[in-house]
């Protein structure tokens, strides 16, 4: 064999020896409660690579076993995690302490996070779409006016009286802002990540999850964290075909 050939082949060896192993670094980020993801989070590693987490709080990254990965966002970032004393590469989630005092924007300690408030974005659709809201039907109440003179007849009040189309097709816009506000409320807190982390379906079926055992308004509105927890881990059970039947709310 020639002897440049062979001194060659020795330097690649010896190289690829010595190169650090390549994986994929996967996960989500949730806050604290581990109820609700966290987007716009940036994943960076001691090499150099970077990736931001999606709307719903997933990131995948690069990385070498000899790498360090931590989570910033705002400027402020988390401890470094060694790559080699992950366990499992393909699922590091990591939970984020958030605090929704004050604004949906929290600094705490080292960590800043996006702090997704359902009550805030609900009083500001309410505010956006406030005429919506508040419409009732003209009646012999708001036709009726007190004025210094007396009581008396309100004429906007009693013209709006025989506007049926107007007041028909307001009717409907509020029956179904209502309806709509009343099914984000049901989305916030039969979400995805917090089924996926009681239950462990994966990605491909929380959809179908979902659909079969949405839960009533009735029952999403009365039932404690503890209650509603326990119709989630009961329904994966009717699921899995552990229970014959899905559980009543």
Known sequence: ???????????????????????????????????????????????????????????????????????????????????????DLDQFDIAIRVTAAGSRYKVLKEVVVFGRNYRLDSLRNRQEYARAFDFQRPNLSTMTSIGPSGAGIDINELIRVFQFRRNKSAARFQARLMEEEEQRYIDHRFNKPLIMRLTGIDSSRVDAFQERFR???EFTQA?????????????YDAWTGKTPMPPEE
Do not use: H
């Not at 960076?44 to 990254?61: C, F, P």
């Not at 039932?223 to 329904?235: D, G, P």
């Open 1 to 87: 064999m020639n002897l440049r050939l062979l001194l060659f082949l020795c330097c690649c060896l010896f190289g690829a020896s010595g190169a650090s192993a390549q994986y994929t670094l996967k996960g989500t980020v949730y806050d604290s409660s581990r109820n609700y993801t966290l987007s716009s989070v940036l994943v960076s590693t001691s090499s150099g690579a970077a990736a931001i987490s999606s709307l719903e709080g997933d990131y995948k990254i690069a990385v070498t076993d000899k790498d360090s990965v931590w989570f910033t966002f705002m400027g402020k970032s988390t401890v470094k995690y060694a790559v080699k004393t992950i366990r």
């Open 215 to 217: 839960p009533s308004l």
């Open 223 to 235: 039932a404690s964290e503890y209650e509603f927890q326990r119709y989630i881990k009961l329904c």
